[in-house]
């Protein structure tokens, strides 16, 4: 509980852009590597100009409105816990918390039965006549899979849902698909 508590402590710190609770689980290497981005996004003190400082605080401003929390937590404490610290930040006006709660001890078969899941997921999409050109991501987190990119067609966006779930292992599919 104490480590999740402090990565998402860690998260509060360097949030604004929030793709990074919304495209990762909060794991110290990314949080890492995406404060360094972050900083080298920002506008220099050496008077670079108001238009930049004013696109910055846009940019920001927008990714910081809906957040997606993904990933795997421990219990159902430590996913409230998330969500609540992900509130309470400035800027967040919105928190979709779609963290799946699994336990410490199931955690590495779990990580395995998602890695292939997502390795099944790929080479079927890559084998699909409609979808082997689309540039689908796909994530498993404890069975539940999430779909990201953009697609051309709806057609092929309802398509890939359909393929995924006849992936033996998923539970469920988040179509977070763009046109």
């Known amino acids: 509980m104490k480590r999740v508590l402090l990565i998402l402590a860690t998260i509060a710190l360097i949030l604004p852009p929030a793709v990074l609770v919304a495209q990762q689980s909060p794991t110290t290497p990314e949080v890492k590597k995406t404060a ?5 996004a920002k506008p220099s003190g050496d008077g670079a100009g108001q238009a930049m400082k004013d696109s910055w605080i846009t940019t920001k401003t927008k990714r910081a409105a809906v957040v997606m929390l993904r990933g795997k937590v421990s219990s159902t404490e ?5 969500e609540e610290i992900t509130r309470g930040i400035s800027g967040v006006a919105y928190v979709s918390n779609a963290l799946q709660i699994v336990p410490d001890e ?4 779990v990580d395995a039965k998602d890695d292939g899941i997502e390795t099944a997921i790929r080479e079927r999409l890559l084998k699909d006549t409609q979808l082997k050109d689309a540039a689908i991501k796909v994530r498993s987190d404890n069975s539940v899979v999430t779909l ?5 067609d ?3 966006k309802s398509h890939a849902s359909d393929v995924v779930r ?4 998923v539970r469920a599919v988040r179509n977070e698909l763009a046109l």
Do not use: C, H, L, V
């Open 36 to 40: 360094k981005a972050d900083e080298a």
């Open 78 to 82: 430590e996913r409230t816990a998330a």
């Open 106 to 109: 199931q955690r590495k078969a």
């Open 148 to 152: 990201r990119g953009k697609i051309q």
């Open 154 to 156: 709806p057609k092929a």
């Open 166 to 169: 006849g992936i033996p292992g």
